[in-house]
């Protein structure tokens, strides 16, 4: 009986897991001297509720952030959101100059070619694991959006 109602907690993660997919995910190599980058992917959410991300984690860093970027005063800024919501069978992305993922105060420093292990966190305590690729920056810019970006954290 136990081992059944563990088996149905696994499967359920597992299946809430599956209903939201993570496309093109992709983090930018360290320039030296910075202890923080940004990551960025597509969320595609296939269930037919909306999926609200709410958090992350990463074991590369103390932190991770949701941070989107808004215009104030003619100047953009950087601020932390803390509910993301990808709509039934829509999707949602993250890109420079749009919402990215922070991740603040780096324990190694990343090299094109590692990959990053980012875990989302939805409202209803789903997990959803992410390997995100690390690229040289001026290889994932596209179109030069993300060149005027500054991020800084202290
Ligand atoms: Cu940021």
């Known amino acids: 009986m136990r081992g059944w109602l563990l088996l149905c907690a696994l499967l359920s993660v597992a299946v809430q897991a599956g209903s939201l997919q993570v496309h093109e995910p992709y983090i930018r190599e360290l320039p030296p001297g910075q202890s923080v980058s940004a990551g960025y992917f597509t969320l595609v959410n296939g269930?037919?509720?909306?999926?609200?991300?709410?958090?992350?984690?990463?074991?590369?860093?103390?932190r991770v952030?949701?941070?989107?970027?808004?215009?104030?005063?003619?100047?953009?800024?950087?601020?932390?959101?803390?509910?993301?919501?990808?709509?039934?069978?829509?999707?949602?992305?993250?890109?420079p100059g749009g919402l990215h993922l922070m991740l603040i105060d780096l324990k190694r420093p990343l090299r094109a070619g590692d990959t990053v292990a980012v875990?989302?966190?939805?409202?209803?305590?789903?997990?959803h694991r992410v390997q995100l690729p690390v690229v040289d920056a001026r290889a994932a810019v596209q179109g030069g959006a993300a060149q005027g970006e500054h991020h800084q954290h202290h």
């Open 119 to 127: 875990t989302l966190l939805d409202e209803k305590g789903g997990s």
């Open 47 to 62: 269930s037919s509720a909306p999926i609200a991300v709410v958090a992350a984690t990463s074991d590369a860093a103390d």
């Open 65 to 95: 952030e949701i941070h989107a970027h808004r215009m104030n005063g003619g100047a953009v800024h950087m601020e932390q959101v803390h509910r993301v919501e990808v709509a039934a069978g829509g999707q949602l992305q993250f890109k």
